[in-house]
């Protein structure tokens, strides 16, 4: 950053639906499944599974999920979000900020158009989001550039790249995983991203040969998986996993939120976790990496479902580990992230 430069910044996240009621989760639902990076099928395909299938059943389902962990505050995606800008402001106060949720409010448009009324001479887009996937960054990514390029007077854009092994971001998990692991003392620590059609890691493969064609295709990241969303999990447990002193067989990986009948990346978090106790394994503690802010995916399907489903299998102990929200060592290593572009 220059000096004299007056810079804004968007932070982006997924979003979340503006009330745990059936009406508003469908609208959120609606919005986030017509998205063609999400849904990527012919649109015809998409809009019959979504309205005749989806959005007949999901909304309820989902509303109530959302009415478990909602607060007086409103959605906790939201909350943290905004004690995270607020928190950044403090840390940089030359800097303008701005929330843009992919799906539902504060909207991208509403954070995007924000920033350019202040008259900023550049806007940093930050995807929070670790690791690349182009249903996460590609949509919001996509999204910014449409908006940037209806304009007259076109703004000078700069992006925070996936930052899946940055060492600040691993430290921050470090800083809030540990002193809960300590005094947990686990028999397992599962490190659950969210997962993602198999189709989608094989989009990612410019080669068309590496992705999902071993078993070891995500030990390292090369040319072939540079934009391959498993391989960049792989490679954050890794470096968590080292920075945590974790041995091989004291964690493992797996993937979460699974929609619809196609192949989704493997090993899946609920067929995993009710397995572990017939392993032995009674004291689990769990995180969730791909999430720098708690939101429906983590306090809900894992703080919620996944414990139960770990307990009533015969575990004893479960320990969910909060995300990153507005930690301070997160603030600092976004921060840095921020002023490196």
């Not at 809009?47 to 505050?73: D, F, G, M």
């Not at 934009?227 to 490679?235: P, V």
């Not at 990346?265 to 503690?285: C, M, S």
Request: glycine share 6%; with cysteine.
């Amino acid at each position: 950053m220059h000096s004299s430069e007056k810079v804004g910044v968007l932070l982006i996240n997924t979003g979340s639906t503006e009330a745990p009621r059936p009406a508003e989760t469908r609208t959120y639902l609606r919005q986030f499944l017509s998205d063609p990076r999400v849904l990527d099928m012919n649109p015809v395909v998409r809009w019959l599974l979504l309205n005749c299938i989806i959005l007949v059943t999901r909304p309820k389902k989902s509303a109530h999920a959302y009415s478990q962990i909602w607060t007086e505050q409103g959605s906790p995606l939201i909350v943290f979000s905004r004690e995270l800008r607020d928190a950044l402001k403090k840390n940089m106060p030359d800097a303008e900020f701005a929330i843009g949720m992919r799906y539902g409010t504060p909207s991208i448009e509403e954070g995007f158009s924000a920033l350019v009324e202040s008259g900023v001479d550049r806007i940093i887009v930050a995807p929070l989001f670790p690791q690349y996937s182009s249903a996460a960054n590609g949509s919001a990514l996509e999204l910014v550039f449409s908006l940037a390029g209806k304009l007259w007077n076109v703004p000078a854009l700069s992006v925070l790249p996936p930052f899946y092994d940055d060492p600040g971001f691993i430290e921050s998990w470090a800083a809030v995983s540990k002193p809960l692991l300590d005094a947990f003392k686990q028999d397992h620590v599962l490190m659950s991203y969210h997962g993602l059609p198999e189709r989608h890691v094989l989009k990612s493969d410019m080669t068309g040969g590496h992705c999902l064609q071993s078993g070891d295709c995500c030990e390292s990241i090369g040319p072939a998986n540079q934009y391959c969303y498993r391989a960049h999990c792989y490679a954050t447990s890794r470096a968590l996993a080292k920075r945590l002193g974790l041995g091989p067989d004291q964690y493992s990986v797996s993937f979460q939120s699974r929609l619809g009948r196609d192949p989704w990346i493997k090993p899946a978090t609920d067929i995993v976790v009710p397995e572990l106790p017939k392993r032995g394994i009674k004291r689990l503690a769990v995180m969730c990496p791909s999430f720098t802010a708690d939101c429906l995916e983590t306090l809900e399907e894992i703080g919620l479902r996944a414990k139960s489903d770990f307990l009533t299998s015969g575990g004893t102990a479960f320990q969910f580990i909060p995300c990153l929200n507005s930690h301070p060592t997160w603030v600092d290593a976004l921060v840095r992230l921020l002023q490196r572009i």
